[in-house]
């Protein structure tokens, strides 16, 4: 860059001087003859191997039943075949640890020998069990060092998967990561273990209802994408961003998303092409996504698939972030997964839609048109809404990060208090049936739009509530807490357990009464009953933002855990540990070890983010601001040297020089709360970094917004709000 050259200059260099950095793949309008050819899916699988051999993979991946470990080896060479005719050199387990993004180690098809020559090497343990010695992973206390071993095993229920690079291709094999102890060290075992425990209870109700087509019961899961592109000619110039994925500094710009005018608005040419280019790699990966549109805020996007099984989908999910992180390169953007990248700026989440299905296809959220003579769907609606109240603690727990604090209850995510919106026609339902047999429902009317040319809609039964954090939507719920940069295996692990306890105890109340001699209607009606009598207090349809909730919560004896520490302390609740333990989701210590590592994972999110505060402040913004000062100084006595009066040039340094001397403060009290970590245990950081540390900041960062909008504009050391936002 010349010398000379201003940051107005940058701002148009940015806009104008992407281009795009590989030639694009051809990208073809037939999605199914794309669609998850970079997997090893059926189809492949019925070419590639003999018919004994597939069914009793089936047994295990459709029917779950145990995998007989004698077909590894014929599926290992069936696999590395085809990968290797999809050009793969390397194969990798791909496993997600604790860290809650995904983890590989690649090793080599083939080996060169000393020799010469080389051996090929893929066999069916190497597909079965991997040894990653991935010791550095977060175990929580449970790998000390000299029992260090950590394992892979294949997941067969998910799909193995080819990612492409410039150069080459690996195999990807979906895994869960355990100890020698078998002990989960990762998000993925204790998502399938919740997914077995929740099929076993349902099929367990089912059977009550006269289901008994049924073989498994699916939590079935969409999760819908927030995120923020921008272009990475301002990415690099924030270090911030590079650093912690959210800007440190910046005031609000003067035209912010106030205008709505972006939301759903049309889509910018070079992000249309990207989420182009996104959605055919997904497609190839056999992601089966769907929507795509403009958020709330400039430069706010999402990305939606279809549901599917819930394991499956939270490996999709995964593979989507990297996709999108990845490819936004080729763009000249990068994407921001972060849930609050701007400060003052509608922050990310992802919205998951969860329900249950049958292997048989039966969604058993689906209320119908009279949802209140659908007793089958009231009980696990019920079932819902009872694990909802009960364990409110841990879903708000779930979704706890350093992150998502910027988010729930910031009145633009749902609040931190966690509660359910049935809408009009199931709260009326739920109501009769409290008095008494529920008779009716409201039925849904036709929407006429006041002109005969257009056509007469149906309007849906229950209307939508954006404020609420879990809502029923039609034959769903969307648990909207989730943040935008979360693996959603935590959350839907919790879901499942806590809705599979409830289902065993709505069951079990329902079986005893019938051992009496109770009618089984009789005998649910009551169940239903005793539900809503006990549980009501968590269904709420009004506005989830006022603060006249933030005290009927309160009355009621909801919890609201404001920030993300208050939310972890509850995972050592005995009811907490004893849902978990019960259905063999995660034992104490499984418990406890991500109990600690959320802690710690907090304390260093929050300390890289007061360091870089810190160093940005001293070394970028306070520079220039003294610079200006020598400029305004220097200026005052030349303007008085030439006779002159320079009112307005001492002004201007008083009012800066008061900035300089308030923002040396602040940032000498960082500098106090920075060098010291509260503590040796990862609680007292954890809580050194939320009551010290980010008040600290906060203020530092108060008095960079008004040192941004007093110096002048070629001084600003960094891109600002307006120019990231809304240069595209
Ligand atoms: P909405 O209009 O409520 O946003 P969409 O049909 O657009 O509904 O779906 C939003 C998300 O919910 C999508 O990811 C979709 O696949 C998912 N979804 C729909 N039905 C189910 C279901 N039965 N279980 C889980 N997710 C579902
Ligand atoms: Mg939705």
């Given amino acids: 860059m010349s010398k000379n050259s201003s940051r107005r200059y940058e701002v148009v260099a940015a806009a104008k001087n992407w281009h795009l950095r590989e030639t ?216 911030d961003l590079v650093t912690t994925g959210r800007t440190l500094f910046g005031a609000k710009p003067p035209r912010g998303q106030e205008l709505e005018d972006h939301y759903f608005g049309s889509i910018p040419e070079r992000v249309l092409a990207y989420m182009t280019d996104v959605e055919y790699q997904l497609y190839r990966l056999g992601v089966p996504v769907k929507t795509r549109h403009n958020e709330v805020a400039p430069g706010q996007f999402e990305i939606a698939p279809i549901f599917e099984n819930c394991n499956i989908a939270a490996d999709h999910q995964q593979m989507m972030m990297q996709i999108m992180r990845n490819t936004a390169r080729k763009y000249g953007l990068v994407c921001l997964l972060h849930e609050k990248p701007f400060a003052g700026i509608n922050g990310s989440g992802k919205h998951n839609n969860w329900s249950m299905s049958t292997d048989t296809g039966m969604n058993l959220l689906e209320p119908g048109e009279t949802p209140h003579d659908n007793m089958q769907f009231l009980f696990f609606c019920a079932a819902v809404i009872k694990a909802v109240d009960q364990y409110q603690d841990l879903l708000r727990a779930s979704v706890a990060h350093a992150g998502n604090d910027h988010r729930l209850g910031a009145n633009e995510a749902p609040p931190a208090i966690i509660s359910i919106f049935l809408g009009d026609q199931l709260e009326d339902v739920f109501n009769q049936i409290e008095k008494g047999k529920p008779e009716s429902s409201k039925s849904k009317d036709l929407l006429g739009l006041g002109t005969p040319v257009l056509p007469h809609l149906p309007r849906h039964a229950g209307d939508r509530n954006r404020t609420s954090p879990f809502a029923f939507t039609g034959n769903k719920f969307e648990f909207r807490a989730v943040g935008s940069s979360q693996s959603i295996s935590f959350p839907n692990t919790v879901l499942n357990t806590i809705v599979a306890a409830a289902i065993d105890e709505l069951a079990t109340t329902v079986e005893t009464r019938m051992k009496a001699n109770v009618a089984f209607e009789q005998a649910l009606h009551e169940a239903l009953q005793g539900v809503i009598k006990q549980h009501k207090r968590i269904i709420f349809n009004g506005d989830n933002y006022s603060e006249e909730w933030h005290k009927e919560a309160e009355r009621r004896g909801l919890f609201n855990l404001r920030n993300s520490l208050e939310a972890f302390e509850r995972l050592h609740e005995k009811k907490n540990e004893a849902v978990f333990a019960k259905y063999g989701v995660l034992n104490e210590r499984e418990l406890a070890a991500r109990a600690e590592i959320f802690f710690d994972q907090y304390f260093k999110t929050v300390n890289i983010e007061g360091e870089t505060t810190e160093s940005l402040a001293q070394t970028m913004i306070l520079p220039v601001a003294i610079r200006y000062l020598h400029e305004l100084a220097t200026t005052a006595e030349t303007t008085k040297r030439n006779g002159a009066e320079p009112t307005g040039v001492l002004k201007t340094l008083q009012e800066v020089n008061g900035l300089v001397n308030d923002f040396r403060e602040a940032l000498q009290r960082l500098h106090a709360v920075n060098a010291d970590l509260g503590g040796d245990t990862v609680h007292q950081k954890a809580y050194h970094m939320r009551d010290k540390v980010i008040p600290e900041m906060n203020n530092v960062r108060i008095i960079a917004a008004k040192l941004e909008k007093a110096l002048p504009d070629d001084f600003w050391p960094m891109p600002v709000y307006s120019e990231m936002l809304f240069v595209k």
Wanted: hydrophobic share 40%; aromatic share 10%.
């Fill in 24 to 239: 694009p793949q051809q990208l073809t309008a037939d999605i199914n003859a794309i669609f998850g050819e970079h997997t090893f899916n059926l189809e492949v699988m019925r070419e590639k191997l003999p018919k004994e051999i597939l069914q009793a993979l089936l047994a295990t991946t459709e029917k779950g039943q145990p995998l007989d470990a004698r077909i590894a080896d014929v599926v290992a060479m069936a696999m590395k075949e085809w990968a290797v005719e999809h050009g793969a050199t390397h194969f990798t387990h791909w496993f997600q640890p604790l860290t809650g993004s995904t983890a590989e180690k690649h090793d080599s098809f083939v080996t060169p020998n000393i020799g010469g020559g080389a051996t090929a090497k893929f066999s069916g343990k190497d597909l079965i069990q991997g040894e990653p010695d991935a010791s550095s992973f977060p175990s929580g206390g449970i790998r000390a060092t000299f029992e260090a071993r950590g394992y892979t095993a294949w997941d067969p229920t998910s799909p193995a998967f080819i990612i492409n690079n410039h150069n080459g291709a690996t195999l990807c094999i979906p895994t869960a990561f355990a100890s020698w102890t078998g002990e989960a060290l990762d998000t993925k075992t204790p998502l399938l273990r919740s997914m077995e425990a929740l099929s076993k209870q349902a099929l367990r109700a089912l059977a009550l209802f006269g289901v008994k087509d049924a073989h498994k019961v699916y939590a079935t899961v969409g999760s819908e994408q927030e995120y923020f592109l921008i272009d990475e000619e301002f990415y690099y110039r924030r270090p």
